[in-house]
T-cell receptor, first 110, second 113 residues
Framework: GNSVTQMEGPVTLSEEAFLTINCTYT??????LFWYVQYPGEGLQLLLK?????DKGSNKGFEATYRKETTSFHLEKGSVQVSDSAVYFC?????????FGKGTTLSVSS | KAGVTQTPRYLIKTRGQQVTLSCSPI?????VSWYQQTPGQGLQFLFE???????NKGNFPGRFSGRQFSNSRSEMNVSTLELGDSALYLC????????????FGPGTRLTVT
């Protein structure tokens, strides 16, 4: 079946550090892949997406590349800010539903 | 464009009662999906409605139901509430045809006592 595995958190970084959050998936075919971010007390915001192999999604300094060979969609940012502190969810599209990973909490200190 | 709105934002109910949550999608979006978020199970898909018809359903008991109106607004109902139903319920809307990209509302926090 379809599933998404994310690295366990929390991830604690200093401001301006490099961020990587690993995400791998199991799916039939080649689903669209997404990263969502959730700030405390809020719903999910779409951060970026990729719809086919080798696509790179990017937004607000975050990037992720759809790797078919390794079934991965790792999230990266070159220099994190305190305002990036949130929970990050990797997801794949299965029909009209989204299948989410467990989420990774990122905490950035100044 | 206004985003997805959900009402109420917070709700406290007693075990055995029923509850109805409401969601208004982004204007022009015809698909509405519902998700349950809990610390233990994470984000789980409940169901999706498109043009007033349930098009997809997750693995939840029949106590969880929903409907969609002709203006695309959607409601979900949970009957005979259990303590384990305490969760954040998120609604997401999508164009539903050429794109299935989903945009989420702020959620309804349900507490069952």
């Amino acid at each position: 079946g379809n599933s998404v595995t994310q690295m366990e958190g929390p991830v604690t970084l200093s401001e301006e550090a490099f961020l990587t959050i690993n995400c791998t998936y199991t799916a039939t075919g080649y689903p669209s892949l997404f990263w969502y971010v959730q700030y405390p007390g809020e719903g999910l915001q779409l951060l970026l997406k990729a719809t086919k192999a080798d696509d790179k999604g990017s937004n607000k300094g975050f990037e992720a590349t759809y790797r078919k060979e390794t079934t991965s969609f790792h999230l990266e940012k070159g220099s994190v800010q305190v305002s990036d502190s949130a929970v990050y969810f990797c997801a794949l599209q299965a029909g009209t539903a989204l299948i989410f990973g467990k989420g990774t909490t990122l905490s950035v200190s100044s | 464009k206004a985003g997805v709105t959900q009402t109420p934002r917070y709700l406290i109910k007693t075990r055995g009662q029923q509850v109805t949550l409401s969601c208004s999608p982004i204007s022009g979006h015809r698909s509405v999906s519902w998700y349950q978020q809990t610390p233990g199970q994470g984000l789980q898909f409940l169901f999706e409605y498109f043009s007033e018809t349930q098009r997809n359903k997750g693995n939840f008991p029949g106590r969880f139901s929903g409907r969609q109106f002709s203006n695309s607004r959607s409601e979900m109902n949970v009957s005979t509430l259990e303590l384990g139903d305490s969760a954040l319920y998120l609604c997401a809307s999508s164009p539903g045809t050429t794109s299935y990209e989903q945009y989420f509302g702020p959620g309804t926090r349900l507490t069952v006592t």
